[in-house]
């Protein structure tokens, strides 16, 4: 008898024919434990995380996107590909497309700029103010960068504190030193 | 508010496959199933956020399953004579099937729902329309059915 696993693939592919899979998602492993990554047609759209929550993150994709969400590991699979190579050093860019559409107004505004700190590189929040044309938005500028709703593919770890530290991160300050330690090897 | 709809597959997928298994066979019940589940995904941001989504998905699938059945018996070509049957070990389930398959459509509906599915009565009253008492009162009557028609095996 045909188990429920795959009436689920049966039902993910049909919902992709036929234009129903608005969000689809799958989790990865990473040197940070498990990642939620969710894409819609556009592009990803969020990743995620475990101390953001993986619960809390599908249920905000369901109000904010749309309810019609599936786990559908295959539609993630260059997303996983690209940020494994990007942990083992081998990708400083990433390729897949991003979807925006949860940061709005100002937040998206630095989260559009934050792309043009290249790998390796960081600025301060302050420089980040000034790029947006915003230069004396340095704290909202920090909130921007914390509900970055694709960290990692768009870099807000690169973001530091003017002297230098590196500053809170949604993943976990570890993470962060994590990320610009890893970067500064190449 | 509605919660991501995989975990709506993950919560009731089960259900609905026994649902369509009472009345269907085999592929015909996956592809009711899967039937089901499509249209759902479909009308799923249009569904009330306080309805009651499991008997919203037996509404559904009892659609399905008939608009499956109604396909193969357009398909269906008829036989001169009927297969013989295999009686086997471990056929047992099948005749269940079989003996749920031919009670009276009432009560198949209201056994496969109330004892398959486990929605209460008032849910299947719903579904079939008349009272809960009537709705108990069917599935009563198939389970009694059912003790005579189905072939229990004695162990030795």
Known sequence: MTSLATLHDRLVRS??????????????????????LARTPVGLVRLAFAV?????????????VSPRVLEAPG????????????FAGRRHAFDVPVDLRLARGFRRAVVEHLSQ?????????????????????????????????????????????????????????????ALLALEARA | MHEPFERVVARHGATVLRVCRSVLRGPDAEDAWSETFLAALR????????????????????????DVVRRAARSAVPVDELPERVAVDGARDLDLWDAVAALPPKQRHAVAYHH??????????TLLGGTPAAARRAAADGVA???????TKEEP
Not at chain 1, 19 to 31: E, K, N
Not at chain 1, 75 to 86: K, N, Q, S, T
């Open chain 1, 75 to 86: 539609a993630l699979d260059d997303v996983a590909r690209e940020l494994d190579e990007y």
């Open chain 2, 145 to 151: 059915t059912l003790r005579r028609t189905y072939p």
């Open chain 1, 117 to 177: 700190i290249g790998y390796g590189h960081t600025a301060s929040y302050t420089q980040v103010a000034a790029l947006t044309g915003s230069p004396r938005a340095v704290r909202a500028v920090g909130t921007a960068c914390a509900l970055n709703p694709v960290p990692v593919v768009v870099p807000c770890h690169r973001v530091v504190r003017s002297d230098g530290s590196p500053g809170r991160y949604a993943g976990g300050d570890e993470a962060k030193r």
């Open chain 1, 52 to 64: 953001q929550g993986h619960d809390a993150a599908l249920q905000e994709l369901a109000e904010a």
């Open chain 2, 116 to 125: 398959l599915a486990g929605l209460p009565y008032d849910e299947i009253a």
């Open chain 2, 43 to 66: 009308a799923y941001p249009d569904l009330p956020p306080d309805a009651n989504v499991e008997a919203w998905l037996v509404t559904i699938a009892r659609r399905k399953a008939v």
């Open chain 1, 15 to 36: 919902a992709a024919d036929e234009g129903l899979l608005d969000v689809a998602y799958r989790t990865v492993d990473s040197p940070f434990g498990p990642l939620l």
